[in-house]
């Protein structure tokens, strides 16, 4: 198993800008990750996915165009870049992983098996 940390939350203005990191805690060989947001009374959603090579990337329409999901540091380290953000992107945001090293996206909750405790995104009107 391995413990996953989110940071980077916060509050901003419309059209503002957020940079959302995941961390392992323990360093693992290698992982496919997730970000996913949730707000109250809803099920977690999907907001982008990629693949432990990079070789495939998902984002929700709702997202499309404005959020980038990417990874660093010896691909330890996953990164969710959201640019010209909205109102209605106000949510907590989790950091998903599986371990998984194929090429296959994974986009509903049921493919991860580790999770952070999430990060509080507001955009203020």
């Known amino acids: 198993q391995v413990q996953l940390a989110e940071s980077g939350g916060g509050l901003v203005q419309t059209g503002g800008s957020l940079r959302l990191s995941c961390a392992p805690q323990?360093?693992?060989?290698?992982?496919?990750t997730g970000w996913f947001r949730q707000t109250p009374g809803q099920e977690r959603e999907i907001v982008a996915a990629i693949t432990w090579g990079g070789e495939t990337t998902y984002y929700a329409d709702s997202v499309k165009g404005r959020f980038t999901i990417s990874r660093e540091n010896a691909k330890n380290t996953v990164f969710l870049q959201m640019n010209s953000l909205r109102p209605e992107d106000t949510a907590v945001y989790y950091c998903?992983?599986?371990?998984?090293?194929?090429?296959?996206?994974?986009?509903?909750?049921?493919?991860?098996?580790?999770w952070g405790q999430g990060t509080q995104v507001t955009v203020s009107s």
């Open positions: 998903a992983a599986s371990n998984a090293v194929d090429t296959i996206v994974r986009i509903t909750t049921a493919e991860y098996d580790y």
């Open positions: 323990r360093i693992f060989c290698s992982y496919a």
